[in-house]
């Protein structure tokens, strides 16, 4: 019988944690992750044991994993939160696009001191709002050569070129945006846009 390994287990503990997580409304997915990595630094054995039965281990398979996980110490669930991080910013800036056409979304993620800036100037949250709502919804819209950057526990940066279009009319621009995290809610700073010329 083969040994699940320390990467298997603690994969396995994050899911049932991801799972579990819409009984905890609060609870984001990176709040999750953290709590995953307090868990995993308190060592609970009695929890992460319940975890690896629950995700098809046996008892001996649990217990032999669990065994590596101490000397391991914490390198894959830092490597675990970082991965979880830039899917939650990914998913906060798709957001932006796929509510093109309406405004409470920006109201809700983006800053109250929050810029876009475009080739005929820069808007402010409110001027944002109203350009979004006069512009309709984008028809399809794709992230290429996406590049995240985290600054810190409270800052990171998103880069990708945008590949949409609106009622049959291609749009491609180089984008960045800034998002800083306060309360421990992330939202949108700085939007820029470039557009490309057309291929």
Request: charged content about 20%; proline content about 3%.
């Amino acid at each position: 019988m083969s040994t699940l390994t320390r990467a298997e287990v603690d994969r396995a503990r994050l899911a049932s944690l991801l799972i579990d997580r819409p009984a905890v409304p609060d609870r984001t997915a990176l709040s999750t992750v953290e709590h995953f990595l307090a868990m995993q630094a308190q060592d609970a054995p009695g929890v992460a044991w319940s975890l690896g039965l629950r995700n098809g281990a046996t008892e001996a398979q649990t217990a032999e994993a669990l065994a590596e996980i101490r000397p391991a110490g914490l390198g894959l669930g830092r490597e675990v939160a970082h991965m979880a991080l830039i899917d939650e910013l990914l998913e906060l800036e798709r957001g932006f696009w796929a509510s093109s056409g309406t405004t409470g979304y920006y109201e809700t993620h983006m800053s109250d001191n929050g810029l876009c800036v475009f080739s005929f100037g820069h808007l402010d949250k409110e001027g944002t709002k109203a350009g979004v709502a006069s512009a309709g919804p984008w028809s399809s819209f794709d992230f290429n050569d996406i590049q995240v950057h985290v600054l810190d526990d409270n800052a990171a940066t998103i880069s990708y070129r945008a590949d949409a279009d609106r009622d049959g009319k291609p749009y491609r621009a180089m984008v960045t945006s800034v998002y800083s995290r306060a309360t421990g809610v992330w939202r949108l700073m700085v939007h820029q846009q470039t557009e490309l010329a057309a291929m």
